[in-house]
């Protein structure tokens, strides 16, 4: 398979089902989770994309199948007094099949996602990766920010 092979597009409702495999994919695949219960999960997932609108998801499709995804959240900002409208986003959710990584399958997902941050107006967007995925996100335009702060609840 070709970069030429591959198409991203913004999901809808049905495409639920496929971000709910790609996500019981991941969470089974790469983090040994062992549950049984995909169908209600691809139900929970559409009930909750219908309920988060704020949460957009991008598709990539090879082959009429759904090889990838990303999800943008947008989070609306505390006015400043020069600033009233703000907005920033995070990136959630990045996942490409195993078997088509390191083909540009990510690098058009998150082409996508950042025109929709552009094209929103949003501020900012950030991103909580995993190691492995450092060095993409560097290729791809991000920047490690000294300012940029976390916490994590034990």
Do not use: I, K
């Not at 996942?95 to 929709?116: C, K, Y």
């Amino acid at each position: 398979m070709t970069d030429m092979d591959v198409t991203v597009r913004r999901a809808s409702d049905v495409d639920a089902p496929a971000l709910a495999g790609l996500r019981w994919r991941r969470a089974t695949q790469d983090h040994g989770y062992q549950g049984d219960n995909l169908n209600e999960f691809v139900a929970t997932l559409g009930d909750w994309m219908r309920a988060h609108p704020g949460h957009r998801a991008f598709v990539a499709e090879a082959g009429g199948e759904v090889v990838g995804m990303a999800w943008l959240a947008v989070v609306d900002r505390v006015p400043t007094a020069t600033r009233y409208a703000r907005r920033g986003g995070d990136v959630q959710s990045v996942f490409v099949l195993p078997e088509l990584r390191d083909r540009g399958v990510g690098a058009r997902l998150m082409a996508a996602v950042l025109d929709e941050a552009r094209h929103l107006g949003l501020e900012h967007v950030t991103v909580h990766s995993s190691p492995r995925a450092v060095p993409f996100y560097e290729r791809n335009g991000w920047d490690h920010d000294p300012e940029w702060l976390s916490w994590a609840a034990q």
